[in-house]
């Protein structure tokens, strides 16, 4: 069965840096994609970062470019986002997703809040 | 960046109805669309990719369909278990970029 598991969010000052995992599993995480997407409280969804199978390339919007850095370790089948310099518009839950593309399997989601 | 634009916002149907959601792309995505679903409090989950292809799991009363940059989310026979929030994604070109959603009710 596969299964993603994330972790590491919490409420941090404007500013702050935070580190986001994603516990993989039940699948070849080696050979897959790993995605970031996000949904701020009552709003839609919101792509935020992907990282190619061996970790080589990684992709972000304008909006966490140069802030979020995603990274994976195929040896402990778990990803990371790396966030940095949070600012309040940064609150919202965070999922990781598999496949490269098309998101086949969501994580449960890990909250994130920034606030002073 | 590609605009996914999504109608309704919010929609209200009766049970068995047919229920159709659209996006509308700002530019030539190809069959590169997908279409989740939402349930309150839960994950998104793969519905339709590559504009018309079920994901494994998905009930066959969904369906997808494309008309150059119009993409549609059919569900044939609405049921309960349907409710939740429906999104649109073009995974044509970074950034990949979302629909703004639509609420399906039950009547």
């Known amino acids: 069965e596969v299964q993603l598991v994330e972790s590491g969010g919490g409420l941090v000052q404007p500013g702050s840096p935070l580190k986001l995992s994603c516990a993989a599993s039940?699948?070849?995480?080696?050979?897959?994609?790993l995605n970031w997407i996000r949904q701020a409280p009552g709003k839609g969804l919101e792509w935020v970062a992907s990282?190619?199978?061996?970790?080589?390339?990684?992709y972000y919007p304008d909006t966490v470019k140069g802030r979020f850095v995603v990274s994976k370790d195929n040896a402990k089948n778990t990803g990371y986002l790396q966030m940095n310099n949070l600012r309040s518009e940064d609150t919202a839950m965070y999922y990781c997703?598999?496949?490269?593309?098309?998101?086949?399997?969501w994580g449960q989601g890990v909250m994130v809040t920034v606030s002073s | 960046d590609i605009q996914m634009t999504q109608s309704p916002a919010s929609l209200s149907a009766s049970l068995e109805e047919i229920v159709t959601i659209t996006c509308q792309a700002s530019?030539?995505?190809?069959?590169?669309l997908a279409w989740y679903q939402q349930k309150p409090g839960k994950s998104p989950q793969l519905l339709i990719y590559g504009a018309t292809s079920l994901a494994d799991g998905v009930p066959s009363r969904f369906s997808g369909s494309r008309s150059g940059t119009q993409y549609s989310l059919k569900i044939s026979r609405l049921q309960v278990e349907d409710i939740g929030i429906y999104y649109c994604q073009q995974a044509s070109s970074a950034p990949l970029t979302f629909g703004s959603g639509t609420k399906l009710e039950i009547k």
């Open positions: 530019q030539d995505i190809g069959n590169w």
């Open positions: 997703a598999r496949h490269g593309g098309y998101f086949d399997y």
């Open positions: 039940g699948f070849t995480f080696s050979s897959n994609w």
């Open positions: 990282i190619n199978p061996d970790g080589s390339s990684t």
